[in-house]
């Protein structure tokens, strides 16, 4: 038996009026994904636990089988394993976004414009951190570039600051009054406005704003955490996994789980990802003998961040196109039974440009047991109409693993 996780980060949504009220999975063509609810096992379930943030690490641990409220120890943790940082004890790792702010005055009146800084590319990223590090890098702070936007600090004997705000929730607000105040917070308030004043005037980010685009002008720090520790998921599950995606969050949860994480080359954490490459690189694991390959795309969430529901239907279409219309083929050549698990791991609804802990629709297709399910659209709608309600996103791996009756 082979097993495939296709997780779409954020693809679920609210009704836009735009799109006659439904939502981009209703109206995205995306024939695999509604062929397998059609013969499979569909319903609702909840990945974020009730009191904590529905972020990516909690909901991807729990769709992994990882109870949130015992492994979630921040995201940024699982980034710098991903990106082979090896903390040591009194370390904390926090989450480094190179981030655009707008407007005049004190840093403090500035607005949000872009978490992403325009989905900045690595190459140009590398240059801005490059500079932080040689200007705030010290024996106890260690910046390390991570993918496009998303960066890390490790800062040895770091006070334990909790009053962080995510930046792609507070897009188009006044940072005033999202800055760390607290005592614990200064040292991060004040190296976020030092920050600004390194960058914003940097000749590459002069450059880019000729070329039409937002100045990469800010770090913005948040998700503090410490030293992650997972149980290794063939000791649990007996499988042997690989997990497929192009964020170092999700592969940090991977290697941390003892799974195997390929390179795949063109993997961006964007719209414009290499899906094919995703594509070949999951059918690559499978034949080199895992039994389980997680795929994450990142590319629906970063659209549901920026508004725009247009890319986020072409990036739904381009998953099913591009990625799990292929490996289910493939699956099926091999004339070997095997399972797939469809789902976002959280909504990150158009009109709120963020994450919510709402419940998302899951597939369950098993080769051996299609069934007409009745079902015609994959979509928020099919999830709540079923009737199936999992109260806890790590009951989808004991299903997947278990097979649903």
């Given at each position: 038996?082979?097993?495939?996780v296709m997780l779409?980060?954020g693809m679920?949504?609210l ?16 024939p695999?994904m509604?062929?397998?609810?059609s013969?499979?096992?569909?319903g ?5 636990p ?5 972020e990516s690490d909690t ?6 089988g990882y109870?949130?409220k ?6 940024s943790?699982?980034e710098a ?7 040591q004890d009194?370390?904390?790792?926090i989450?480094?976004?190179i981030v655009s702010?707008?407007?005049?005055g ?6 949000m ?8 590319p690595?190459?140009e ?18 910046f390390h570039?991570?993918i496009?936007?998303?960066?890390c ?7 334990e600051?909790?009053?962080?705000s ?7 607000r006044?940072?005033?009054?999202y ?10 308030r004040?190296?976020?406005?030092e920050?600004?004043q390194l960058l ?22 948040w ?26 969050l999700?592969?940090g949860i ?13 993997a ?5 990802t ?6 070949d690189a999951?059918?690559?694991?499978l ?7 997680y ?10 961040h920026?508004?725009k529901?247009?890319d986020k ?7 099913d196109?591009?990625?799990l ?11 070997e ?7 976002p791991?959280h909504p990150?609804p ?6 919510t802990?709402?419940?998302?629709p ?14 015609s659209?994959y ?5 709540a ?5 999992l ?5 989808l ?8 009756n």
């Open positions: 038996m082979k097993y495939v779409g980060d679920a949504d009704p836009i009026a735009a799109l006659g009220k439904k939502t981009p999975l209703e109206v995205a063509y995306k695999t509604d062929m397998l609810a013969k499979g096992f569909n609702n379930v909840e990945t974020v009730e009191g904590m943030v529905p909901a991807n641990l729990a769709v992994m109870d949130p015992i492994y979630s120890k921040g995201r943790p699982l394993a991903s990106m082979g940082i090896i903390m009194g370390e904390t790792a989450r480094a976004n702010l707008g407007g005049e004190d840093y403090e009146d500035l607005v414009l872009d978490h992403s800084s325009d989905e900045i690595t190459e990223a590398r240059v801005l951190v490059d500079a932080i590090q040689e200007h705030f890098g010290n024996e106890f702070r260690r570039c991570g496009s936007y998303r960066h600090l490790i800062w040895k004997n770091c006070p600051f909790t009053d962080f995510r930046p792609h929730d507070i897009i188009g006044r940072i005033g009054d800055l760390p105040y607290s005592e614990l917070g200064k040292p991060m004040d190296l976020m406005k920050s600004y914003n005037n940097h000749p590459l980010n002069l450059d880019r704003e000729s070329r039409g685009l937002k100045r990469a002008n800010s770090l913005w720090l998700s503090p955490g410490k030293k992650p520790s997972l149980p290794s998921f063939e000791e649990k599950t007996g499988l042997k996994a690989s997990v497929v995606c192009a964020v170092d999700i592969k991977g290697v941390c789980a003892g799974m195997n994480v390929p390179a795949v080359k063109g961006t954490g964007t719209l414009d290499d899906y094919e490459a995703k594509r999951a059918i690559k694991e034949e080199s003998g895992a039994d389980l390959v795929i994450h795309v990142e590319a629906p969430d970063e659209c549901g920026q508004g529901a247009d239907i072409k990036a739904i279409e381009n998953i196109k591009y990625i219309s292929g490996v289910y083929e493939y699956l099926k050549s091999k004339e039974p095997f399972r797939i698990l469809l789902l791991d990150t158009i009109s709120a440009r963020t994450h802990r709402a419940p998302v899951f597939v369950l297709y098993d080769s051996e047991k299609e069934k007409e399910s009745g079902i659209c979509c928020e709608k099919s999830g109409e079923s009737g199936v309600y109260e806890r996103g790590e009951m791996m004991e299903l997947l693993i278990g097979g649903a």
